[in-house]
């Protein structure tokens, strides 16, 4: 996936427009829409929003529908199918969601569902500078269960589950601790198709510890990936030419001996 181009934040209108006109267009310009969902108390549900947003005017269930009528994630084959991140901010958010992503899933061909990306930061990540709450949204047991017991529709769905990571420090790694929390919390559940979102800036100081995400992978299946993300707007979330070329050194090296493990 290193070749998409991902669409963020795509929480209003005109951006939402934008994103799937390349593929009314013929164009694919675009591989992966990610959007940001909290909940509106003054609407009484799911809207497309980041904190400290409380409110905002595109719906979730509009969102859904106007993807859908795209055909943004129709393919013939899954390698050529398009990415829907959903980036849910709050515990309350996912739950007033599930009847309208599960109505869309209905619509979508079973193939295609592990496209559709349920992101949330589940458990305490790196960092933590004075007056900073790392404190998770969700109850991570209580997260997998609602969708993975309760959610049926939502079980073949590609749960993308992180850290909450620290807004002073760039660099504070992920440690062995975080790493076997999240391992003890995916036991139970085998099948599941997992991508682990690691702050890229983190990643170079915490490899010895995220490696361990890759022996653990059940049965060698492939079902869990991680996915790199960072900043192109802030100066203290970028990351240096040198950076990429020891991630890109690793994940074509390194990795490929651990997976054959």
Same mark, same amino acid.
């Given at each position: 996936?290193?070749?998409?181009?991902?669409?963020?934040?795509?929480?209003?209108?005109?951006?939402? +427009? +934008?994103?799937?006109? =390349?593929? %009314?267009?013929?164009?694919?310009?675009?591989?992966?829409?990610?959007?940001?969902?909290?909940?509106?108390?003054?609407?009484?549900?799911?809207?497309?929003?980041?904190?400290?947003?409380?409110?905002?005017?595109?719906?979730? +269930? =509009?969102?859904?529908?106007? $993807?859908?009528? =795209?055909?943004?994630?129709?393919?013939?084959? @899954?390698?050529?199918?398009?990415?829907?991140?959903?980036? &849910?901010?709050?515990?309350?958010?996912?739950?007033? =969601?599930?009847? @309208?992503?599960?109505?869309?899933?209905?619509?979508?061909?079973? #193939?295609?569902?592990?496209?559709? /990306?349920?992101?949330? @930061?589940?458990?305490?990540?790196?960092?933590?500078?004075?007056?900073?709450?790392?404190?998770? %949204? &969700?109850?991570?047991?209580? &997260?997998?269960?609602?969708?993975?017991?309760?959610?049926?529709?939502?079980?073949?769905?590609?749960?993308?589950?992180?850290?909450?990571?620290?807004?002073? @420090?760039?660099?504070?790694?992920?440690?062995?601790?975080?790493?076997?929390?999240?391992?003890?919390?995916? #036991?139970?559940?085998?099948? #599941?198709?997992?991508?682990?979102?690691?702050?890229?800036?983190? &990643?170079?100081?915490? /490899?010895?510890?995220?490696?361990?995400?890759?022996?653990?992978? $059940?049965?060698?299946? %492939? %079902?869990?990936?991680?996915?790199?993300? /960072?900043?192109?707007?802030?100066?203290?979330?970028?990351?240096?030419?040198?950076?990429?070329? /020891?991630?890109?050194?690793?994940?074509?090296?390194?990795?490929?001996?651990?997976?054959?493990?």
């Amino acid at each position: 996936l290193i070749d998409y181009m991902w669409y963020h934040a795509v929480n209003d209108q005109q951006k939402l +427009s +934008s994103a799937v006109s =390349s593929v %009314k267009q013929n164009e694919h310009k675009v591989h992966a829409i990610e959007a940001d969902i909290i909940y509106s108390e003054e609407k009484g549900q799911s809207v497309m929003g980041h904190p400290p947003q409380v409110d905002g005017e595109l719906t979730l +269930s =509009s969102l859904l529908h106007q $993807v859908h009528e =795209s055909n943004f994630q129709s393919a013939k084959t @899954d390698a050529e199918a398009n990415i829907l991140k959903l980036d &849910f901010k709050s515990m309350k958010a996912l739950k007033s =969601s599930i009847d @309208d992503v599960q109505n869309y899933l209905k619509d979508l061909p079973h #193939r295609l569902h592990q496209h559709v /990306w349920i992101n949330a @930061d589940i458990l305490a990540g790196p960092g933590g500078g004075e007056g900073e709450d790392m404190r998770p %949204k &969700f109850g991570a047991v209580e &997260f997998m269960d609602l969708l993975t017991a309760q959610a049926s529709m939502m079980k073949s769905t590609t749960l993308s589950i992180g850290w909450t990571t620290s807004l002073t @420090d760039m660099h504070a790694p992920y440690t062995l601790d975080m790493i076997n929390e999240m391992l003890t919390l995916l #036991r139970p559940y085998p099948e #599941r198709n997992i991508t682990f979102p690691i702050r890229s800036t983190s &990643f170079r100081h915490s /490899w010895a510890a995220l490696r361990n995400l890759y022996d653990n992978d $059940v049965d060698k299946q %492939k %079902k869990w990936t991680l996915t790199l993300w /960072w900043s192109l707007t802030s100066e203290r979330h970028k990351m240096t030419e040198d950076e990429m070329n /020891w991630i890109h050194g690793l994940l074509e090296s390194d990795t490929q001996s651990v997976l054959s493990n």
